[in-house]
């Protein structure tokens, strides 16, 4: 899997749109961009995945550049329960496996 | 999305026993299965994958015969931890691959292991 590169921590206060950063400059044609949270003592979350076109659902809205080297995972109204880690991993959609880096850790201030 | 349920969620066991963490897909069927280890303040660390009826492969660093799995049906998979030290607690974390629609990855609650 191709590595992601991600700011190691990041705050943002309740009520306002978090924008997390992602560059994965190495990605491949065939690669897709997985966005995973975990919460403290539980078990990774699944968010959002995307190829090149920008994805929303009901928790948040992925943003692929043109050149796909990056990407940004939007909350855009952040509440308490948002703190966690977030993942960001490109990975083949044909591939079996999911290998997690270190993530960002996402603080939400009241 | 879809459910992946483990049991238990929380065991203590003495040194030297074996302990078994089960793995669940709720409501598809996951010919492959993930199992993960996660220290404090650390990222999941891949263990092994499973696939429904044939060996699980495992990641290198990980001990097969220490680490045990099965993926008899596809619905369930298992990894027994034998001969439980204190080294080997962790949070461990089982996934599984929905393959129906998307090939999405989808992740159980984790289990907390402690070894007294």
């Known amino acids: 899997d191709a590595k992601t590169t991600q700011p190691t921590s990041m705050d943002c206060a309740e009520g306002r749109a978090a924008n997390l950063p992602c560059n994965h400059s190495t990605i491949s044609g065939n690669e897709y961009v997985y966005w995973y949270r975990q919460i403290h003592s539980q078990g990774p979350q699944y968010i959002i995945h995307?190829?090149?076109n920008n994805e929303t659902n009901e928790m948040a809205s992925l943003i692929i550049t043109e050149d796909r080297k990056s990407s940004t995972l939007i909350l855009p109204h952040a509440t308490l329960r948002d703190t966690a880690v977030y993942y960001c991993?490109?990975?083949?959609?044909?591939?079996?496996?999911?290998?997690f880096g270190q993530g960002t850790r996402l603080t939400i201030n009241p | 999305g879809a459910v992946v349920s483990q049991h238990p969620s929380r065991v203590i066991c003495k040194s030297g026993t074996s302990v078994k963490i089960e793995c669940r897909s709720l409501d598809f069927q996951a010919t492959t299965m993930f199992w993960y280890r996660q220290f404090p303040k650390q990222s999941l660390m891949l263990m092994a994958t499973s696939n429904e009826g044939s060996k699980a492969t495992y990641e290198q660093g990980v001990e097969k015969d220490k680490f045990l799995i099965n993926h008899a049906s596809l619905t369930l998979s298992t990894l027994t931890v034998t001969s439980a030290h204190p080294e080997d607690s962790s949070f461990y974390i089982c996934?599984?691959?929905?393959?129906?629609?998307?090939?999405?990855?989808?992740f159980g609650e984790g289990s907390w292991l402690t070894v007294v």
């Open positions: 991993i490109v990975r083949d959609q044909g591939a079996q496996k999911l290998v």
């Open positions: 996934s599984a691959r929905e393959t129906l629609s998307e090939n999405t990855i989808y």
């Open positions: 995307g190829l090149k």
